[in-house]
C-alpha cells in the first residue's frame, strides 16, 4: 500500500467514526506509524509501506475510531513549542492554557509553584524560559507526577523541578513568587456533554471537582495568600463563563488587582490576581 492510499483509507475511517478534524490526524497516525516525523511524510514519503507498518497504522486507526485521543495514541503532545509526554493518567495539554504561560512570563519570578501539575507542561514550559527559576509541582496522582518528572528531565530542567503529592497545598511549605494552577473546573451537570475523547479517556480527577465546578478554585484561594511572597502573583486557568464567579472567590479571599486574559477564541480564560497582603508597594 503506498502512503497516499494509506491516507486516503485512514481519512475515510476516521470521518465514518465522527472524528473531527479526519484528515489531519490520519496524517499524524501515519507518520506515527510508519516512524516517520510528520514532514518528512508529507515532502519525501516513502514508496510504499511495509506489512508492519500497514498494521501499525491499522491498529492506531481503530483506536483512534474508538475515540481514544491521539496524544493517547502517538504518546506525545506539542505545548509552547515543546513536545511532551502524555499518559491517559494526565489531562492532555491544550493550547488555551498556553494562555496561562504568555501571562506568567510577563514579569520576572524566581520560584513557581504549580498546583495541580499533570503532565508538568505548565510547570516546565515556565522553567525553560527562565532558565535561573525553579519550582515545585503537586499532584495528587503519583502517575501524574511520574510523567511530570519524566518530562522534566527530557526538556531540560529536571535539576530545578520538584514534584510532590499533595492536595492543593496539604505538602506545601514556604513561599513562592508565583503560583499558577489549571485546576479540575468543569461542573458534574456538563461532564455528560464532553467530546468523547475528553470524557471517557482523560482523568475525571483533572476535569472536575463535581458540584458546580468552583471547589478547586474555593481550595487554591484559601490557602494561596499563606504561600505567597511579597509582591507575588495567583495565575489561574478557568473555563468558559467563570470568569466572574472565581474573581468573586478571589476578591472574598483577599487577592485584588485582578486581570483577565483571553485565549485566542476571545474566551475569557485566565485571572491574573496578587494578594492584598502581598501588594507591591
Known amino acids: 500500500m503506498t502512503p497516499r492510499e494509506a491516507l486516503a483509507s485512514g481519512t475515510a475511517r476516521l470521518a465514518a467514526a465522527g472524528v473531527p478534524g479526519a484528515a489531519g490526524d490520519a496524517r499524524r497516525l501515519l507518520a506515527h506509524a510508519a516512524g516517520l516525523p510528520l514532514d518528512r511524510l508529507l515532502t519525501d514519503p516513502p514508496a510504499r509501506l511495509t506489512d508492519a507498518e500497514c498494521a501499525r497504522f491499522d491498529a492506531v486507526l481503530a483506536a483512534r475510531e474508538a475515540r481514544r ?20 493518567d494526565v489531562l492532555d495539554p491544550r493550547p488555551e492554557t498556553e494562555t496561562l504561560i504568555e501571562a506568567a512570563l510577563e514579569r520576572p519570578f524566581g520560584s513557581v509553584l504549580d498546583l495541580g501539575t499533570g503532565s508538568g507542561c505548565i510547570l516546565v514550559s515556565l ?38 503529592a499533595s492536595d492543593w497545598f496539604g505538602s506545601v511549605a514556604g513561599r513562592f513568587d508565583l503560583i499558577v494552577s489549571n485546576p479540575p473546573y468543569i461542573a458534574a451537570a456538563e461532564m455528560a456533554f464532553l ?10 480527577l483533572a476535569l472536575t471537582p463535581g458540584g458546580d465546578g468552583l471547589n478547586a478554585y474555593r481550595a487554591i484561594t484559601a490557602g494561596a495568600g499563606a504561600h505567597l511572597a511579597e509582591g507575588g502573583r495567583l495565575i489561574l486557568e478557568v473555563g468558559a463563563g467563570q470568569a466572574r464567579d472565581v474573581g468573586a472567590i478571589l476578591s472574598a479571599a483577599g487577592f ?19 494578594h492584598g497582603e502581598n501588594m507591591p508597594g
Open 256 to 274: 485584588k488587582a485582578m486581570e483577565i486574559r483571553r485565549d485566542l477564541d476571545v474566551r475569557d480564560r485566565v485571572i491574573v490576581a496578587r
Open 195 to 204: 467530546a468523547p475523547e475528553v470524557r471517557e479517556w482523560e482523568p475525571h
Open 69 to 88: 485521543p491521539l496524544s493517547h495514541i502517538t504518546g506525545q503532545r506539542l505545548f509552547w513549542g515543546r513536545t511532551f509526554r502524555v499518559t491517559p
Open 127 to 164: 522553567l525553560a524560559d527562565r532558565p535561573r527559576s525553579d519550582g515545585l509541582g503537586v499532584d495528587m496522582s503519583t502517575d501524574a507526577l511520574a510523567v511530570a518528572s519524566v518530562n522534566a528531565v527530557a526538556l531540560g530542567v529536571g535539576d530545578r523541578a520538584r514534584f510532590a
